[in-house]
């Protein structure tokens, strides 16, 4: 396996900006996640897919939030009119069906909003 | 609601002495139960996890976890503590159905004194 990847691994943005993350996951894992981690705290659930279908979606998505996750391959999260509390580390995480399967997480995506 | 509390914020020990990091749940089953540890701008790296079975658990770099169901904890020990230790541990509840998720504390912050 060579691991779930993320891209940008940081990212600098003005008050306003849209911006994007894209997850490249563990090959053949068809369960896929995404969390917020803020300085302090432990990381909390965005959402999550199974295959190509968002299954789940944490009250913490506001509108301004969407992710996709088209084939069912890789997924990208974006956020519009980004807002200084949208400063955070973006996590995406994968795993493979079945039960007891553990989750994998790339090494986070950080965004700072100026 | 699932959830995890982890009552120490920050703990400082020294080197070479031991250690032990408090995690309690809330779930209305037996959970999946993990530690991670991450250093600062890093990932999280999987120290060990809880299926089922033996309830003492070994992990990487000489940690080991305890699983008690009465307590609804999952404490995080190493009997000597290196340097190299100091950083923030994450104790996490894993979903034992649907969308498998986890569920993080908010960590408690290791300092090491030389």
């Known amino acids: 396996d060579t691991g779930v990847s993320q891209d940008p691994r940081h990212k600098i943005t003005k008050r306003g900006q849209n911006v994007t993350f894209r997850c490249d996951p563990i090959s053949e894992h068809n369960r896929l996640y995404w969390y917020r981690q803020t300085l302090g705290q432990g990381p909390e659930f965005l959402t999550y897919f199974q295959n190509e279908a968002q299954l789940e979606k944490s009250r913490l998505l506001s509108d301004r939030f969407s992710a996709e996750r088209p084939k069912g391959s890789f997924s990208t999260l974006e956020i519009q009119r980004t807002e200084q509390g949208d400063s955070a580390m973006y996590l995406c995480a994968s795993s493979r069906q079945g039960a007891g399967n553990t989750i994998y997480f790339g090494e986070g995506s950080w965004l700072t909003v100026v | 609601a699932q959830s995890v509390t982890q009552p120490d914020i920050h703990i400082t020990v020294s080197e070479g002495a031991s250690l032990e990091l408090r995690c309690n749940y809330s779930?209305?089953?037996?959970?999946?139960l993990f530690w991670y540890v991450q250093s600062p701008g890093q990932g999280l790296q999987l120290l060990l996890k809880?299926?089922?079975?033996?309830?003492l658990v070994q992990g990487i770099k000489g940690f080991e976890a305890e699983f008690k169901r009465s307590q609804s904890s999952f404490n995080l020990r190493k009997p000597s503590v290196h340097w190299s230790d100091a950083a923030e541990y994450f104790c996490?509840?894993?979903?034992?159905?649907?969308?498998?998720?986890?569920?993080f504390g908010t960590g408690t912050r290791l300092k090491v004194l030389a």
């Open positions: 779930y209305g089953a037996t959970p999946y």
């Open positions: 996490a509840v894993g979903l034992t159905s649907g969308t498998y998720k986890y569920i």
């Open positions: 809880y299926f089922s079975g033996d309830t």
